[in-house]
């Protein structure tokens, strides 16, 4: 059960103070009965809602895909940084939304918002080993002999990796790792005697980031990409 309001803005409807106007004007039907308090609790998967006698399809979760910019925290609130919920457009404003897991405020890239919880925690398990793939820049060239060491567990005090898997591209390099610890990526290359200097998510799970969005912006992904956050375990 939820309070018709919240499910109404969450629907697009309007916000919440212009869902109790509408609401009160008489313009909402629940199974085809007018009601014009919006505070009532209405079982929102089975109950039929209509506005203006158009039926409104009920979405409980909405999954968003961000190309998280630098400068951005990985929360929903903060004092010092704006956060990436704050670059979601004002439709999604009673979805409670939050990121599914952190990027550093510098780092950019895919960065999936959602109101899941239980998604949320099936990605983010340290038992699921969801990969991630991230595209860096160091201060020096990356050698044969460091991609040894990042291709090897590594031990960095609070926890030992699983083997990353590392591929040189253009302009620097790309690397999978299994886990999601603070700073992880930075502190593998910062063992190897080197410095992040770059770092961009560019995919989770078999997701990748949708290259057309540019810096902030976000999309909603399809059923099916929503599936593919989750597959690829080892
Ligand atoms: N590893 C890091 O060091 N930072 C991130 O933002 C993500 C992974």
């Given at each position: 059960m939820e309070r018709l309001d919240k499910i109404l803005a969450n629907m697009g409807v309007g916000t919440r103070k212009e869902v109790k106007k509408l609401t009160r004007k008489?313009?909402?039907?629940?199974?085809?009965?007018?009601?014009?308090?919006?505070?009532?609790?209405?079982d929102e998967e089975n109950d039929e809602i209509?506005?203006?006698d158009q039926p409104l399809v009920y979405r409980k979760y909405v999954y968003l895909m961000l190309n998280k910019p630098s400068g951005y925290v990985s929360a929903v609130t903060d004092n010092r940084y704006p956060t990436v919920v704050e670059l979601a457009d004002d439709f999604y404003s009673n979805y409670d939304l939050f990121p599914v897991g952190?990027?550093?405020?510098?780092?950019?890239?895919l960065l999936v918002l959602?109101?899941?919880?239980?998604?949320a925690h099936k990605v983010l398990s340290p038992k699921n080993h969801i990969p991630k793939k991230y595209f860096v820049k160091t201060k020096r060239q990356v050698t044969k002999e460091d991609v040894k060491m990042l291709q090897s567990p590594m031990d960095l005090g609070d926890f030992t990796t699983i083997p990353a898997k590392v591929e040189f591209c253009e302009d620097g390099v790309v690397i999978c790792i299994y886990e999601g610890k603070f700073h992880q990526v930075k502190r593998m290359f910062e063992k190897t005697g080197n410095e992040v200097t770059y770092l961009k998510r560019i995919s989770m799970g078999k997701l990748c980031l949708d290259e057309k969005l540019e810096l902030g912006e976000m999309r909603e992904l399809e059923e099916q990409e929503v599936q593919l956050l989750v597959l690829d375990k080892i």
């Open positions: 008489g313009a909402v039907k629940v199974n085809g009965v007018t009601v014009t308090d919006s505070d009532i609790k209405i209509t506005v203006f952190r990027l550093d405020v510098d780092t950019e890239g959602t109101n899941d919880g239980a998604l």
